[in-house]
C-alpha cells in the first residue's frame, strides 16, 4: 500500500507506535480486520465486537504474517504494535488519510433505493476508460468503506464508493472519509423511517455527502425525484439532472421493455443520443443507466464509451439476478428490500411468461407506517396478475391482507417464518415458474434461493 507504514498511521490516527524502527518505516501491503484473510506484511485491526474481541486473535496474525497490530489494549502483546484510544475510530482516520495520500477520484453513490445496482452500473460504464475500485458486498457503512478505500492500490484510477446510512451524521462522517469528486443519488426513499421519521429528513442525512465535497463536486441527480430537485441550487455543487424527461440533463426517450432479457432506451445528452440495450431487466434500471451515464459524463467518457458499460453490466447475486435453472426461472433479488424496491421487482415479476410465483419476506427499518407499508406492497403483488403469493415473516401478515383486497384471484399462502415456508415451497412450485425470492437481509432468503437451486436443477 502507497505511503502507508506503521509511522504513518500512528500519525494520521494519533496513535503511539510501539516496536522496532525498521518496522515503523516499511510500508504495510493490506488492513484486515478479520484474522481469517492475514497476508505477509499487513496490519491486523483489533476490533472489540459484541461477541468477539478481536485482540484475542492478535498473536495468532503475527504468526500468520501480520507486521504490526492496531490495538486498544497491549496486554502481552510481543510484536509491533499502534496502540489507540478508538480501533473503529483510528480505521476511519486512517482511510481518510489514506485517500487523500492516494489521490484518484472517488465517486460515491448514496440513496433510498438501487445504490448497489447504481453502482454497479457506474462501475461498469467507467471501467471503459479506467481501471476502477468499487465496493464489494454491503461494505458501504462507517467500517466497510474504511475498509474498502484500503483496497486502492496505485494501478487504480477511480474509486467508485457505495455510501449506506441509516441515521443522520452517519453521512457526514462517510463524507469526510471518502471525500467524493462526483456524487450519485438516486431517490429519496421509504427507508430508515425509524430515525429519519420522513422522506424530509431522509434528504437532509442523505445531503450531508455533500459536507466534505470536493469543491465543484458534480452531484449526478434523479432529476424525476421530487426531494433532490430542490438541491438544484445547493452551493458547492454542479448539478447534473438525469430522468425520463426531457427537461433532464441526461435524460431517457423511447424505452421498450424486453421482458426478463431486460430494456431497450436511447439515452440522451444535449444533441447527443445513443441506443443502449440494458441487459437487467426492470423498468427502474433505465434510471441505473441514466446515473451511470451522467457519472460517465462527468468523467469525460463519450457516449460510445458509455453505451458499451451499459450493455457490459453484470449482474450481482441477491440483486435481480436471474437464476435460469432446469425446470425454473428464479429472480433472485434477495438482499434487501423496501416499498419501492419491492414495487419495482414486483413490476419485473409481472413481466414474465407462464405462471408468475411471488416469494416475499418481511421489510425492516419501516417505523410507525410498517404495517402500511407492507400492506400496500401485497396490493401491488395482486394488482400485477401473479398467479401465486407466498408470504412470510410477522409483518407479511399484512401483505397478505392487501393482495386478497385486490381480489384478484391469485393464490395466497402465508407462513409465519421462514423455515415454514421453505418446508413447503418445493410442494407449491410448479415446472415453468419464474419465482421472485425478495424481503429485508435479515429474513435470510437466500437460504430460498439455494433450496431452489438444489431442488430444481
Request: charged share 25%.
Amino acid at each position: 500500500m502507497k505511503g502507508l507504514t506503521p509511522g504513518q498511521i500512528a500519525k494520521a490516527c494519533q496513535g503511539i507506535y510501539y516496536g522496532p524502527e525498521a518496522i515503523r518505516d516499511t510500508e504495510v501491503t493490506a488492513v484486515t480486520t478479520d484474522s481469517r484473510k492475514i497476508e505477509k506484511g499487513c496490519l491486523f485491526a483489533a476490533l472489540k465486537g459484541s461477541r468477539v474481541d478481536g485482540h484475542s486473535f492478535v498473536p495468532a496474525a503475527y504468526e500468520q504474517g501480520a507486521s504490526c497490530a492496531l490495538v486498544e489494549d497491549p496486554a502481552g502483546l510481543d510484536g509491533p504494535y499502534i496502540m489507540v484510544e478508538s480501533c473503529y475510530q483510528a480505521l476511519k482516520d486512517i482511510a481518510e488519510y489514506y485517500r487523500q495520500v492516494m489521490g484518484i477520484p472517488v465517486v460515491a453513490v448514496a440513496g433510498s433505493v438501487g445504490k448497489t445496482s447504481t453502482k454497479e452500473m457506474v462501475a461498469s460504464v467507467l471501467g471503459q476508460r479506467y481501471r476502477v475500485l468499487k465496493t464489494e458486498g454491503n461494505f458501504n457503512n462507517e467500517l466497510g468503506v474504511p475498509l474498502t478505500i484500503f483496497r486502492i492500490r496505485p494501478e487504480h484510477e477511480v474509486a467508485v464508493l457505495e455510501l449506506g446510512i441509516s441515521d443522520f451524521g452517519e453521512m457526514h462522517r462517510l463524507s469526510k472519509i471518502a471525500r467524493p469528486d462526483v456524487c450519485v443519488m438516486t431517490n429519496i426513499g421509504l427507508c430508515h423511517l425509524e430515525n429519519l421519521k420522513s422522506r424530509d429528513g431522509i434528504l437532509k442525512a442523505k445531503s450531508e455527502i455533500f459536507d466534505y465535497a470536493a469543491d465543484g463536486c458534480i452531484a449526478c441527480l434523479n432529476g424525476d425525484d421530487d426531494k433532490l430537485r430542490t438541491l438544484r441550487d445547493r452551493a458547492g455543487i454542479r448539478p447534473c439532472f438525469y430522468g425520463t424527461g426531457q427537461g433532464n440533463d441526461v435524460w431517457a426517450e423511447h424505452i421498450e421493455n424486453r421482458g426478463l432479457e431486460g430494456v431497450d432506451a436511447d439515452i440522451c445528452a444535449g444533441a447527443e443520443r445513443v441506443r443502449v440495450h440494458i441487459p437487467i431487466p426492470g423498468i427502474h434500471m433505465v434510471y441505473n443507466a441514466l446515473a451511470g451515464a451522467a457519472a460517465g459524463m462527468a468523467m469525460g467518457l463519450g457516449m460510445q464509451e458509455i453505451k458499451e458499460g451499459i450493455e457490459a453490466l453484470e449482474p450481482v447475486g441477491g440483486r435481480n439476478h436471474i437464476v435460469r435453472l432446469e425446470h425454473l426461472t428464479v429472480i433472485d433479488d434477495c438482499y434487501n428490500a423496501n416499498p419501492v424496491s419491492m414495487a419495482a421487482s414486483l413490476d419485473v415479476l409481472g413481466c414474465a411468461l407462464g405462471r408468475r410465483v411471488a416469494v416475499l419476506g418481511d421489510m425492516g427499518e419501516l417505523g410507525e407506517n410498517e404495517e402500511k407499508l407492507h400492506r400496500q406492497v401485497g396490493v401491488r403483488a395482486g394488482q400485477n396478475g401473479i398467479q401465486l403469493i407466498l408470504c412470510a415473516g410477522k409483518l407479511a401478515q399484512h401483505m397478505v391482507k392487501g393482495a386478497q383486497s385486490t381480489h384478484s384471484g391469485s393464490h395466497i399462502v402465508y407462513f409465519p417464518d421462514r423455515e415454514e415456508l421453505l418446508r413447503q415451497l418445493p410442494e407449491l412450485l410448479e415446472e415453468g415458474d419464474t419465482v421472485l425470492v425478495k424481503a429485508s437481509h435479515f429474513m435470510g432468503f437466500e437460504k430460498v434461493v439455494d433450496l431452489l437451486r438444489e431442488r430444481f436443477s
